[in-house]
């Protein structure tokens, strides 16, 4: 893609990807023990890395969705090599690849300013909690409602759930998330329709879910109880909840999770219009 004084930019390898996520790892964002695979299925174009000769210094993924949106992750610089100017590089790199979409990021605090300079706005926080498993504090009932597996749903009806939830169809993506080794997914039916579901998946450290989209407050707090549930005393689990969704912030309290970790869900482009008040925990920050 594009050569200067030996840094060379191009797409990577899956093994590189591998490699970039123990980067992730290294800087304590606890990756999913397996979301390299899902993310790399979803778009193999959308992953770049730049290099010093042969050897991997910078990362950012650029994944396209559909037509008209993308979403920008795994923007990271070896230690050594940072203060170089190849993470500027690779980021024009990473944008042109989006251009003419709506692109969005998940920015942390330190590097918020310098997105808006490339012309991303914040849309709304996304806060970080953690709570343990055994910690079960206030539970609602559902009417008329079940949980399930999510492979006894029709995956054409999830998808089309999912596509309510987010700004275009993530089919790929979907196919792989929900069905990944080691994860829990369930699905709430309320009178024969999907209402809402929920995928929890081993990390690093602990657990992580996400999404999890749920119709109602009440039947978001059923799904987010049963996918914790099996969850040993004392284990760490994690839920990014965007902040205008206050019922999503209720149910943390109740749960007594705290927050240790905000971004801004920045926004290069129109935003797109999504139903946060649907939205109790957003898939990840790298992929949106």
Known sequence: MSELSGYTIRTMTRPELDTVVEWAAKEGWNPGTGDAGCFYR?????FLVGLLGNEPVAAISVVRYGSSSGFLGFYLVRPEYRGM???LRIW???????????????????QQENYRKSGFTPAWRNIRYEGTGGNEGKKQ?????SIVPISELPFEKLLEYDRHCFPEERRTFLECWVNRQGSRALGIVENTRIAGYGVIRPCRNGFRIGPLFA??????????SALKAPLPAGTPFFLDIPEPNSSALEMAGQHRMRPVFETSRMYRGEPPELPLRKTFGITTFELG
């Open 215 to 224: 119709d109602r407050a009440d039947l978001g707090e059923a799904l987010f």
């Open 141 to 145: 009932g559902i009417k008329g409602g």
């Open 42 to 46: 979803t778009d193999p174009e959308g």
């Open 85 to 87: 100017g190849l993470g």
């Open 92 to 110: 024009h790199a990473g944008l042109a690849r989006l251009e003419g979409r709506t692109a969005g990021l998940d920015g942390v605090v330190a």
